[in-house]
């Protein structure tokens, strides 16, 4: 199984949302790649024992410092799968309340935005959640039209309160072959489920 390591590091600079004389706080950057195959991608695990199943790279046991500010850069390579529960296509828990991302239109043009939500649960490819601390992103898929290649960027923040270890996860059915999609990835660490270790 892959390796617990830490992936965040210190960003030098105050938390510009918390910028009040001491109350600005260390924050983390968290770099994590989501593909459709881990056995695959160009960054895979080429000795996986699930190639096909989809993944978050490089790893899903995230250490993060408590009472801080995480901030996630997800890029997102795979299609879309959809949403079984539209409800989980708006961002929730983040700060600001959006996140910002770079993704291709139906042109196979550039953009770029902050946005709450998804225009459509189908161009979910997956999420990325944190139910114990409220925290939801939805991760759009990449466009049919992008180049070959294309990944979306998605950024976001969030804060961390005490310490402890929570669960975070998928919310997209995404085992395909799975009873409802529900198993296979969407129930291995390593793949669409994960850990937070908050210390
Ligand atoms: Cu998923």
Redo the contacts with the bound molecule.
Sequence with gaps: MAATFAVGFLLHRPDATHSVANTSSPGVKIHLEVVGSVGTASNGRADDPNPTW?GYLPTTTLDVPANSVVTMQIDQEDFA?GLRNPFWSQAQGIIGGTFHMSYYDNNGQPQQGDFHALDSADNA???FAIPQLGVFVPLEAVNAAAPAGSMNVITFSFRTGKPGVYNWQ?F?P?GQGTVAGNGG??QTLGY?VGLIVVQ
């Design positions: 989809p799968r490819a997956h999420t998928c997209v995404c990835p969407m669409m």
